[in-house]
T-cell receptor, first 114, second 114 residues
């Protein structure tokens, strides 16, 4: 079975620019997560979708971050404008349902803001 | 606040040495517990998980973990490590019946010398 696909793998932008990341979850997985992993730390949840609805976005900096999951399949995470502290790996994960079963992770997008 | 703490940031072992990585969590409710592994250049993969039942859980590649409820701990063990176990290991927790959001520890980098 195909895994979680993310693109791009790497991105370098200047501060105040905008950037977008794309994620295609495993087919049939209703739940999709975006995590932010800053160097030296564990991943931190930014937003969780169940189909195309938001379940949890309590830790999403909504003044600059936005995410959507139109049609309940693939998802886009956007940052506008980027700050230096947004430099991190952005991980997408999916699971069959939100009941605590295994989440499958993509390889992530490494963002560097200069 | 809910948190997961991993005791060691970086562990260096020789091949055939035994491994124990500590993990403690601070949650009042019923939890699901996970260990994820990230090999160099690869995505996060599930090593093992505990939902209920026998507190000694066996995972892939000879790893096991023991859930000790009274100590809020879920330590990872392997009796004899190999060079190929070199990776970063993350302990994670989610609250049962409150969605699949994972709270991760900060990770432990394991280096195994051949």
């Amino acid at each position: 079975e195909a895994g979680v696909a993310q693109s791009p793998r790497y991105k370098i932008i200047e501060k105040r620019q905008s950037v977008a990341f794309w994620c295609n979850p495993i087919s049939g997985h209703a739940t999709l997560y975006w995590y932010q992993q800053i160097l030296g730390q564990g991943p931190k949840l930014l937003i969780q979708f169940q189909n195309n609805g938001v379940v949890d976005d309590s830790q999403l900096p909504k003044d600059r971050f936005s995410a959507e999951r139109l049609k309940g399949v693939d998802s886009t995470l956007k940052i506008q404008p980027a700050k230096l502290e947004d430099s991190a790996v952005y991980l997408c994960a999916s699971s069959l349902d939100p009941g605590g079963v295994e989440a499958f992770f993509g390889q992530g997008t490494r963002l560097t803001v200069v | 606040a809910q948190s997961v703490s991993q005791h060691n940031h970086h562990v260096i072992l020789s091949e055939a040495a035994s491994l124990e990585l500590g993990c403690n969590y601070s949650y009042g409710g019923t939890v699901n517990l996970f260990w994820y592994v990230q090999y160099p250049g690869q995505h996060l993969q599930l090593l093992l998980k505990y939902f209920s039942g026998d507190p000694l859980v066996k995972g892939i590649k000879g790893f096991e973990a023991e859930f000790i409820k009274s100590k809020f701990s879920f330590n990872l063990r392997k009796p004899s490590v190999q060079w190929s176990d070199t990776a970063e290991y993350f302990c994670a927790v989610n609250l049962r019946n409150q969605g699949g959001k994972l709270i991760f520890g900060q990770g432990t980098e394991l280096s195994v010398k051949p």
